[in-house]
């Protein structure tokens, strides 16, 4: 900011200073400026800081003492904090390229608007009240607006009407209203307001709290019961960009190894690996894709981490060796409570005590606690060395082969007490990134406790493999754990209700930053009736992380278990995903890049579809392109509307244009959709180039047959082709293929057009089929202006042709 900026921003109130801070980083470099500042409002009750990290990004700080707590942060990198956009004074703030900014100096009341004064997000009446170290924030709440994220708390998709608490919680047997359950994710969205959708990321670790006009229906209020007050506001206006914004600024996850995507058998637990060997013939038997199994506490020595029984599971290596000759990837849980087990040669336990990477009590002895190996002792994962030390532990398991890590239990959950966790004045002891190294107790430090266990894994075989990507899943975490883990939604049960709510949990969780996450399908306890554990099977082909997992106790959830007939119908599901893996893992490569979650609510890419007047509350897409009409009632026969966004749709399953019932509102149409037990309704965009492949058992495997790349004409007719090795970093040094293919319509004619391949992976496929949808006639192919031969088939109104690989630029035309 220039000397002449400054002194026109020191003019507009003696209460509000500016400040010079930091430098553009490459996290959010785009928009940030070297020289900026910072507004600082002196109030009686507070200052406030408001910084604008990017056009679009504002941090807002409020220290009721006056000085500013320590700058510190577990979800947002120091490199991030300290970007700054260019800012412009006005009257009584400042703008950005995007944004106005102003603060009532009486008040402290902050509104945001749009450059055309639209308001965005403004506080309320008492923007702001203290209780001791806890405070509450107000905003005002329109009547238009509603509200998504908060990562898989229950409820419906839309948060409006509800109330939250953060508080990481082992919620065994939760239903679908119970809150806290495992996970803290501080952020939601805001989606109607006049200034279009924006974001809110509260990051305070304590025990947070978010009321979306429950007690008061004008009022959008949050805070915690201590802890800095520190949020940030994250301008859209569209949903899309606030979810890639505020992965800008907590982190992207990281591009997933290719098999994460395959189907994943799992119970608690295969008892051995004779056991292990059988599931993995019967699923390669009964011809289910498989890509992963995984072991539930019982492969271990008296539940101890890091140890193996060897009375059950003989040779681990063996056993892994085993099944990756049959393409199948084991996954073994890896808890974080370490057996308080001294003199008996138990290593982590050994080299942690010496390392002094436990917590501690109040006095200073080592805090031990009754989980799954008996007492236990809890790692100091805020430090940065004991990470390290965790870290280097899973070193024999990768040498033995184990491709993938489980970190449950990590809220952390301890046996025999009413708070299902530690008592909040355990000592932790901050050691790390740029928090200044002091203690914290428990109370601090919980909600964070699950991401930095994560973190801890994921940077040990980042260290271990730096060349492997690491895949680590989780039941607790914080905001930006997406970073270090997948995860899923914990203990759910086996009920028609929690089937939807799994949906929900998976598209809210893409919306906080979580793009990879599952439900166990089936459910975790009670049992699925064959019927429910079909429909689940259907759904969670397209939800990110597939993978069928059972308590303890529980009947059998394996797909073969209710015979044939049902057998029959989940393969077709498991078999789909492997056949729209190009598509999939496409939209896991888009993820890594942008933010953009693999499964998404309809409204991410279609915002009119906030207005539409079915019930959408099961209805969701997978990327931009599939959406599925989910049943509001999944367990109920009876007929239901889907919506469709205007602009066409085909079946997915037949590939036949679907029209639905016009209404008024020229934004959608109404398709009624009678339900059955063997089919799931999806529907494919028109103007969508599809990319699939034959089917195979395993993502290991090499499909044979063409690449596929179906065409449904219509308009902004595109698609992407993304190809790497699936498994290591390569594809960060250009080991990738990437290919867009675009088509247009016109009068009955359709062409598609190959735009020239990036990167130096080579494919897989020697061919590619193009079969382009509701043809009506043969038509004349030709491949850069020399006929080919198409064939037609009249009943699946296709035309198919198989070209050799096309690396450049061509065009393909099909005549009218
Ligand atoms: O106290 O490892 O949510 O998926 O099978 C139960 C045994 C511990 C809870 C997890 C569940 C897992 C189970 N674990």
Redesign the pocket.
């Known amino acids: 900011m220039s000397l002449r900026h400054r002194r026109l921003a020191l003019s507009l109130s003696a209460t509000m200073v500016v400040c010079g801070l930091g430098t553009a980083t490459p996290a959010i470099a785009q928009a940030a400026a070297p020289a900026s500042t910072d507004l600082i409002v002196r109030g009686t009750q507070a200052t406030m800081q408001v910084a604008a990290l990017t056009d679009s990004i504002l941090r807002v700080r409020i220290a009721p003492g006056g000085t500013m707590p320590e700058d510190a942060s577990w979800a947002v990198s120091h490199a991030t904090r300290i970007a700054r956009a260019r800012t412009m004074p006005s009257a009584n703030g400042f703008a950005t390229a995007a944004l106005k900014v102003s603060v009532d100096p009486q008040t402290l009341a902050l509104t945001v608007t749009d450059k055309a004064g639209k308001v965005i997000l403004a506080d309320a009446a008492a923007p702001l009240s203290l209780d001791g170290p806890g405070f509450t924030l107000r905003k005002a709440m329109p009547q238009a607006e509603h509200y998504y994220g908060l990562g898989d708390k229950t409820g419906g998709v839309d948060r409006r009407g509800g109330s939250f608490v953060d508080w990481n919680t082992?919620a065994?047997g939760f239903s679908s209203s119970t809150d806290p359950i495992y996970k803290s994710i501080p952020f939601f969205i805001g989606v109607g307001g006049a200034g279009g959708s924006y974001g809110v990321f509260l990051d305070n670790t304590r025990r947070a709290w978010f009321d979306f006009g429950h007690r008061d229906d004008a009022t959008l209020a949050f805070g915690s019961n201590g802890g800095g007050i520190d949020y940030y506001i994250i301008a859209g206006p569209s949903t899309a960009e606030v979810v890639r914004r505020y992965t800008d600024l907590t982190g992207k996850a990281p591009l997933a190894p290719k098999w994460a995507l395959g189907y994943q058998q799992s119970r608690?637990?295969y008892m051995s690996a004779d056991e292990v060997r059988g599931i993995a013939d019967r699923l390669r038997s009964d011809r289910v894709p498989t890509d992963v199994i995984w072991l539930?506490?019982d492969y271990q020595d008296r539940n101890r981490p890091f140890t193996v029984n060897t009375k059950t599971f003989p040779s681990l290596k063996g056993l892994a060796s085993d099944m990756e000759a049959k393409g199948i990837k084991l996954i073994t849980?890896v808890?974080l409570h370490v057996a308080n087990a001294p003199n008996q040669g138990y290593a982590p336990f050994d080299s942690g005590k010496a390392g002094d990477h436990f917590l501690h009590n109040p006095d200073g002895s080592m805090y031990t606690a009754p989980v799954?190996p008996g007492p236990s002792v809890f790692p100091d994962f805020t430090q940065a060395q004991t990470r390290k030390w965790w870290g280097g532990l899973f070193k024999d398991f990768l040498d033995d082969g184990i491709a993938g890590f489980w970190n449950?239990?990590n809220e952390p959950?301890i046996f025999d007490t009413p708070t299902k966790t530690m008592p909040l004045d355990t000592v932790h002891r901050i050691d790390t990134d740029d928090f200044a190294p002091r203690s914290a107790s428990h109370a601090e430090i919980h909600n964070v406790y699950g991401m930095e266990n994560t973190r801890a894994t994921y940077e040990g075989l980042k260290t271990l493999r730096p060349d492997d990507r690491a895949f680590v899943m989780t039941?607790a975490s914080y905001a930006g754990g997406q970073k270090y883990a997948v995860t899923w939604t914990?203990?759910n049960s086996s009920s028609w209700d929690h089937l939807k709510l799994s949906i929900q949990q998976i598209v809210n969780l893409g919306l906080s930053g979580f793009s990879y996450s599952a439900a166990?399908v089936g459910g975790?306890t009670g049992g699925p009736s064959a019927d429910l554990l079909t429909k689940w099977f259907e759904y969670a082909a397209f939800t990110p992380v597939f993978r069928d997992?059972a308590?303890?106790g529980t009947p059998r959830a394996e797909p073969w278990v209710d015979g044939p007939a049902h057998l029959a119908i989940r393969r077709k599901f498991v078999e789909e995903r492997y056949r729209l893996m190009p598509y999939l893992y496409g939209l896991a490569e888009l993820n890594a890049r942008t933010g953009d979650p693999i499964t998404r609510p309809v409204f991410y890419d279609y915002p009119a579809a906030t207005a539409f007047s079915c019930d959408q509350s099961m209805a969701f897409t997978l990327g931009d392109k599939l959406l599925i009409g989910g049943n509001p009632k999944p367990d109920s026969p009876m007929a239901y509307p889907v919506c469709l966004p205007a602009g066409g749709w085909y079946d997915y399953w037949t590939g036949m244009p679907v029209a639905g019932v016009k209404g008024k509102d020229p934004a959608f149409t109404t398709l009624e959709v009678k339900p059955t037990l063997a089919d799931l309704p999806v529907f494919v965009r028109a103007g969508t180039i599809l990319p699939r492949q034959p089917v195979t058992q395993s993502t290991a495997e090499t499909p044979n047959g063409p690449l596929e790349l179906h065409v449904y004409p219509g308009e902004d007719c595109a698609g992407d082709i993304y190809l790497d090795d699936g498994k290591t970093m390569a594809f960060q040094r250009g080991a990738y293929l990437r290919q867009h293919v675009t088509c247009t319509v016109k009068g009955g004619a359709v062409s598609v057009d190959f735009a020239g391949r990036d990167g130096s992976f080579a494919p897989w496929w020697r061919e590619i089929a193009v079969i382009v949808h509701a043809r009506d006639r043969a038509g004349r192919v030709t491949l850069g202006g020399k006929a080919v031969k198409g064939d037609w088939d009249a009943t699946a109104r296709t035309t198919t042709v198989v070209v050799p690989d096309q690396p450049g630029r061509v065009r393909l035309t099909f005549a009218r």
């Open positions: 082992d065994f608690y637990s539930d506490i849980i808890d799954w449950d239990m959950a039941r914990g203990d166990d975790f997992h308590a303890t």
